[in-house]
């Protein structure tokens, strides 16, 4: 049992894969390998850390390696590429390396804290769910730090894809997830989306193939270094997506 409670049973050979992509993370990376050792190493969980750099500038890639000096080749694992090619297509990438049966995926600004980690396990162990996705909009979830447009953007954007899609998840552009992998695999097959709108895209096939989906309230805190690399290309991309995915499921 790795938890106080009894009504959920991890199994021995169950493990962990945590996917990373980091672009320009230079700063914020030593501190999440940080916390995701502090709040998985106490636990009896099974995991390893896959950090997909795209070719970053400041450096990251070598923070990384530092890393992976510390904690070890079999907790750090790297799986860089040479250029930036987006977020949707890291993750693609990472799945390919993942030795766990269940993914997780999470930003490596910060924004996303590992705490949650052991309550989307603990979650998913108890019902079985598919999918587990992290949600700003439910309970005591919450977003912090981010300006009026950028509220309005992640809300319109929920907003209008529950409008047109009917997805019953409550925060379907949000990106800390817990997936059995070979859903995920499943998933990415069946999408067509890249960059961020993958997301979104994911949680809409899981419902058409009939996935189970839990929510687990969070609260994403906006990154205190670096920048967002949502632009305006980005949402011209999720609103065409939206219509595409309107039009043809
Ligand atoms: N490898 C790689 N990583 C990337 C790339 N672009 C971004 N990342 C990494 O992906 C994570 C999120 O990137 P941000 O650019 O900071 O995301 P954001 O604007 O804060 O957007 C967040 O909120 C969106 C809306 O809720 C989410 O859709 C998005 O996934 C993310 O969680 C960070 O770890 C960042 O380094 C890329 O092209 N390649």
Redesign the pocket.
Known sequence: MASSEMDFEITKSDKYSIL??????KE?LPIIIWLIMKYLDSSEYDFEVII???G?PDG?LDVAKQLQKIYGPTKIILRP?ER????G??YIHGIKHATGNFVII????L??HPKFIPKFIELQAKKDYDVVSGS?YIGDGGVYGWDFKRKL??RG?NFVTQLLLRPGAS?L????RLYKKDVLQKLIDSCVSKG?VF??EMIIRARQLKYTIGEVPIT?V??VY?????GGSEIVQFVKSLLYLFATT
């Open positions: 990373l992509p980091t672009y320009n993370e914020n997909i750099d795209d970053s990251t590429r930036k090619l987006g977020l297509t890291a999470m930003d490596a600004d924004s996303h700003r953007i992640s954007a925060d552009t949000g990106s800390f961020y997301q979104m994403f906006d990154r670096g920048e967002s690399k949502l």
